[in-house]
């Protein structure tokens, strides 16, 4: 009569045989959290674009941190929002600047129970916004921005940063933090790289989240939507100047960028979930167009499924908390 010889439908029979030979899980250990503080705030203010997320006082970030920490989840990941911001983004490297002060409150709380990573980018600290100092013509100076990065390295491993961030996309710029900490006796401290970080319209949300001046975009240090094999170029750089993570940025719209460069270096690759992604998801949920809570599932498991050991996402307290109840 024909009937198939093969059949595949046996192995999605039930829900038990389902989880048995499923071939993507998330862990809880596997989820970054990113955290925004603001300096001067009495009360969290709520980030209108991102429903859920917020700007922090220093007492809720701790109480953040330690929520996070609770359920399992990975990291965390620093941001902040300065009060006084100048043109070479002066507070980034202020022991008593924003961003320093939330990682020494982090690392109180805390401790070694979940690993504490910080932002190492000017473009919070900034007064125009963008990602280094700019020279007399408005564009980016690369070589003195590293400057800046090496001494905001040296800042974020004095507050007690495990790992740094760097996420401006200036070429050398791994180089220079990692000989920066080296020199200060920091060999401690090691450093995720945003190694392919696209010109993204998926940001967005985030510049609310920042409260962001920037006037223009940062299309000619970031990279180019159009282009996978310059990204591949990137790693490989950052890897070489001594990288000990990646980070592919956003998740998304760049899983194939993902999977080749799971493929391609020998190091932990990340993705980052950012703010439009998850804004777009809960817009979504919020009209009842999408089940909310399987489509973040779905979504970070794609992320992983591409090649990505972790995943920044702001679900991370939320879906540890499910993974920690068996969900």
Request: proline share 4%; aromatic share 6%; net charge negative.
């Amino acid at each position: 009569m024909g009937f198939p010889i093969e059949r595949p439908r046996r192995l999605r029979a039930s829900a038990p045989i389902r989880r048995l030979v499923a071939e993507t899980r998330l862990a809880s250990a596997e989820l970054i959290l990113p955290l925004f503080y603001r300096e001067g705030l009495t009360e969290p203010a709520a980030i209108k674009s991102m429903p859920g997320v917020v700007q922090h006082t220093r007492e809720s970030l701790r109480r953040a941190v330690a929520d996070a920490a609770a359920v399992g989840v990975g990291g965390v990941m620093l941001f902040a929002v300065p009060a006084v911001r100048d043109a070479d983004g002066s507070g980034a490297t202020d022991p008593d600047g924003a961003l320093n002060v939330a990682i020494r409150d982090v690392v109180a709380e805390v401790g070694d129970s979940t690993v504490v990573m910080a932002d190492l980018c000017l473009d919070e600290f900034t007064d125009h916004g963008h990602c280094g100092v700019l020279a007399p013509d408005g564009s980016v100076d690369n070589d003195a921005t590293l400057l800046r990065y090496r001494e905001m390295g040296i800042a974020q491993a004095a507050a007690g940063a495990h790992l740094v961030g760097t996420s401006g996309m200036m070429d050398g710029q791994v180089a220079a933090v990692r000989s920066a900490l080296d020199d200060a006796g920091r060999s401690d401290v090691g450093i995720v790289a945003y190694a392919a970080k696209y010109s993204s319209a998926f940001y967005g949300p985030f510049r609310e989240a920042v409260d962001s001046a920037l006037v223009g975009d940062r299309r000619t240090y970031q990279q180019d939507p159009a282009n996978g094999r310059e990204a591949l170029r990137e790693l490989r750089l950052d890897v070489a100047e001594g990288a000990d993570m990646v980070i592919v940025k956003p998740a998304g719209s760049y899983l194939d960028v993902v999977r080749a460069a799971a493929e391609t270096v020998d190091v932990p690759v990340w993705a980052y979930q950012v703010s439009g992604e998850y804004a777009m998801l809960e817009a979504a949920a919020a009209q009842g167009w999408i089940d909310r809570d399987r489509a973040i599932l779905e979504s970070l498991l794609g992320i992983r499924r591409a090649g990505a050991g972790a995943v920044l996402t702001y679900w991370a307290t939320e879906v540890a908390g499910w993974l920690k109840a068996g969900r």
